[in-house]
């Protein structure tokens, strides 16, 4: 079944622009084109983080007193893979691991820190799909201060 899935993947021409993205392996990318496609069902990236179950939402919707329950929204399978594929690049990816760590400064959880990077990554991943491009790592660039 494994190598079947390979072959898929590896026909499909969206597979080397989807695997170019760090934590992103063969279930993931096929997670991602069985869910996804290529994107067009989406008109943008906010769109495609909403069907996910990544998109912020309020607290309290304001018709209860307590809004302290799991949200439950989304695709399921989506939303793993992106949270898996998060917090797979961290140690990876060194600008994914720069956002993580300035999440947590910022005093969020290591979990609320994770969805925020999948949101992240859902908005990279739109772009790619949407324009045909692979990764391009943003590390920073050494900035020389003038004295």
Avoid: W
Wanted: proline share 5%.
């Amino acid at each position: 079944m494994e190598a079947q899935i390979n072959a898929l993947l590896e026909a499909h021409p969206l597979s080397p622009v989807l695997t170019s993205m760090p934590g992103v392996g063969v279930r993931t990318a096929a997670v991602l084109l069985v869910t996804v496609g290529d994107g067009t069902g989406f008109p943008t990236a906010a769109h495609l983080a909403s069907y996910a179950g990544l998109a912020p939402a309020t607290k309290s919707s304001g018709t209860s007193i307590h809004g302290e329950h799991a949200p439950r929204g989304g695709n399921r399978q989506l939303k793993r893979a992106m949270f898996l594929s998060a917090f797979a690049c961290m140690n990876a990816d060194p600008a994914s691991r720069t956002y993580y760590d300035r999440q947590r400064a910022r005093g969020k959880t290591h979990t609320q820190a994770l969805l925020r990077l999948a949101r992240q990554r859902i908005s990279v991943l739109f772009a790619m799909l949407r324009d045909g491009t692979f990764y391009e790592s943003r590390a920073p660039k050494d900035v020389e201060l003038a004295a």
